[in-house]
């Protein structure tokens, strides 16, 4: 389900998807809240996070399960307030509106 997840985030944001974060606006960005969107701001992270711990819960490996949530949710605690910082620089009230009203999909991550 993560990587389902995941890969509908990447269609669904076409263009404007990255990997790596923006911190100049480009012409063909766009602020993208339709489809998993609107359910959640950043359905790629969630997605990934559902994935990794999904994988090891798969495994029957409790160790690495907790081990890969912890540092995945960590990375992405400290990954989601600077991509949020550019996404307010570039998209203004707009976005602002957006994130007051769509949670992150990171679970414990406003």
């Not at 076409?14 to 974060?21: A, E, K, P």
């Not at 766009?30 to 996070?49: A, C, D, N, W």
């Not at 559902?50 to 090891?56: D, E, L, N």
Request: proline share 5%; glycine share 6%.
């Amino acid at each position: 389900s993560g990587e389902i997840i995941r890969k509908t985030a990447i269609i669904t944001a076409g263009r404007s998807f990255t990997h790596l974060i923006k911190i100049r606006k480009e012409d063909h960005h766009k602020l993208v809240t339709e489809g998993v969107y609107q359910i959640m701001r950043h359905p790629s992270y969630t997605g990934f996070l559902v994935w990794s711990v999904g994988t090891q819960v798969m495994l029957c490996n409790p160790v690495s399960a907790i081990a890969f949530a912890v540092v995945v949710w960590r990375f992405f605690a400290e990954r989601i307030p600077y991509e949020e910082h550019y996404l307010k620089q570039f998209f203004g009230r707009q976005y602002v509106e957006y994130a007051q009203r769509v949670p992150s999909g990171v679970p414990f991550l406003k």
